[in-house]
């Protein structure tokens, strides 16, 4: 299985609240969706998907775009797609995590953009006091 060419589509971004109305808490929920497919020639098929970083009552960013999926069984993941709107949880895993790759660092420029969070969680770096040891958690060990 291959995924080529991802293209983005169309950007939507919209803040609901005011700069100086900031909530406590935001809660970002993603989503990804497949919402067409079609086979481009034998072994290959065009996946159109969008995704969705929700802030609730605070904003939204949506993008939609484009793949190429290339494989063996890609006309045959493509009409079980289009009778039955599914496919095996492998290959939709894949291709969720490619749109994810794709639209979370462009969302991250918008959020910032228009003031929102960054749809990723940020590294925290706490300084001083004893940190626990974790084994197999410090990184690989060099000689």
Same mark, same amino acid.
């Given at each position: 299985?291959?995924?080529?060419?991802?293209?983005?589509?169309?950007?939507? @971004?919209?803040?609901? $609240? &005011?700069?100086?109305?900031?909530?406590? /808490?935001?809660?970002?929920?993603?989503? #990804?969706?497949?919402?067409?497919?079609?086979?481009?020639?034998?072994?290959?098929?065009?996946?159109?998907?969008?995704?969705?970083?929700?802030?609730?009552?605070?904003?939204?960013?949506?993008?939609?775009?484009?793949?190429?999926?290339?494989?063996?069984? @890609?006309?045959?993941? $493509? &009409?079980?797609?289009?009778?039955?709107? /599914?496919?095996?949880?492998?290959?939709? #895993?894949?291709?969720?995590?490619?749109?994810?790759?794709?639209?979370?660092?462009?969302?991250?420029?918008?959020?910032?953009?228009?003031?929102?969070?960054?749809?990723?969680?940020?590294?925290?770096?706490?300084?001083?006091?004893?940190?626990?040891?974790?084994?197999?958690?410090?990184?690989?060990?060099?000689?």
């Amino acid at each position: 299985m291959k995924i080529k060419n991802i293209q983005l589509k169309s950007i939507e @971004a919209r803040r609901y $609240s &005011k700069l100086n109305e900031r909530p406590q /808490k935001i809660r970002i929920d993603h989503n #990804s969706n497949i919402t067409n497919m079609q086979d481009e020639k034998k072994g290959e098929t065009l996946i159109d998907f969008q995704y969705t970083a929700s802030y609730g009552p605070v904003g939204v960013i949506k993008i939609e775009g484009s793949l190429v999926y290339i494989g063996e069984d @890609a006309n045959k993941i $493509s &009409k079980e797609w289009r009778n039955t709107r /599914k496919m095996p949880d492998q290959i939709a #895993s894949q291709f969720h995590t490619a749109v994810m790759h794709a639209c979370v660092p462009e969302a991250v420029g918008i959020a910032k953009d228009l003031a929102l969070p960054p749809p990723i969680p940020l590294p925290q770096v706490k300084l001083g006091g004893p940190q626990p040891t974790k084994m197999g958690q410090d990184g690989p060990e060099v000689a």
